[in-house]
């Protein structure tokens, strides 16, 4: 079954540290990728996504992420992280997009912690 | 531009109830997908609608259904309420068609209990 994994369930910064999600994937075929954060209190909300194209992805608020396909792989990153950034973090596939339909299978989640 | 909003935002039932949630799309939204969030956990997808039909389903047993209406609204309904029900309900939205139209859109959830 097409599954997604993110390695870290609970990650500990300072502010400035540089961040790296990891996420993988298991399927083979064609797959839109997506990175959405859950602020304390808040709903999901888009960080980024890829379709196609130039693998290294710009989202918002500083955020990126590179598909990497021979690694079924597309992590997150940003250089230097702040206390605002704190939330939880859910990568999610959406498996060959077609016919206009689309479901999305999500990550577990990472809980990102930030401390001044 | 309204967002996504769900009703109500908390829900407490007891074993063997039934219960029913709603949510309105974004604005110029047409496609509602209802999303399952344990503690704990990512988001699992129960089932989209459009066109006021059923038109993918996740691995959810028949004791979750739903409905969209001709304003693009949706219900999940879900009976015989079990335990392990106890969960964040979330609605997304979505326009139909194109790849662009993809990223869905989610609501704030209905927190759902079950005693």
């Known amino acids: 079954a097409q599954s997604v994994s993110q390695h870290n369930h609970h990650v500990i910064l300072s502010e400035a540290a540089s961040l790296e999600l990891g996420c993988n994937y298991s399927?083979?075929?064609?797959?839109?990728l997506f990175w959405y954060v859950q602020y304390p209190g808040q709903h999901l909300q888009l960080l980024l996504k890829y379709f196609s194209g130039d693998p290294l992805v710009k989202g918002i608020k500083g955020f990126e992420a590179e598909f990497i396909k021979s690694k079924f792989s597309f992590n997150l990153r940003k250089p230097s992280v702040q206390w605002s950034d704190t939330a939880e973090y859910f990568c999610a596939v959406n498996l060959g997009f077609s016919g206009g339909y689309n479901k999305l299978i999500f990550g577990a989640g990472t809980r990102l912690a930030v401390h001044p | 531009d309204a967002g996504v909003t769900q009703s109500p935002t908390h829900l407490i039932k007891t074993r063997g109830q039934q219960v029913t949630l709603r949510c309105s799309p974004k604005s110029g939204h047409d496609t509602v997908s209802w999303y399952q969030q344990a503690l704990g956990q990512g988001p699992q997808f129960i089932f989209q609608?459009?066109?006021?039909?059923?038109?993918q389903r996740g691995n959810f047993p028949d004791r979750f259904s739903g409905h969209q209406f001709p304003n693009y609204s949706s219900e999940l309904n879900v009976n015989a309420l079990l335990l392990g029900d106890s969960a964040l309900y979330l609605c997304?939205?979505?326009?139909?068609?194109?790849?662009?139209?993809?990223?869905?859109?989610f609501g704030d959830g209905t927190r759902l209990s079950i005693l």
């Open positions: 609608y459009y066109e006021e039909e059923e038109r």
């Open positions: 997304a939205s979505s326009l139909f068609g194109t790849e662009e139209n993809q990223p869905q859109h």
């Open positions: 399927y083979g075929g064609t797959v839109n």
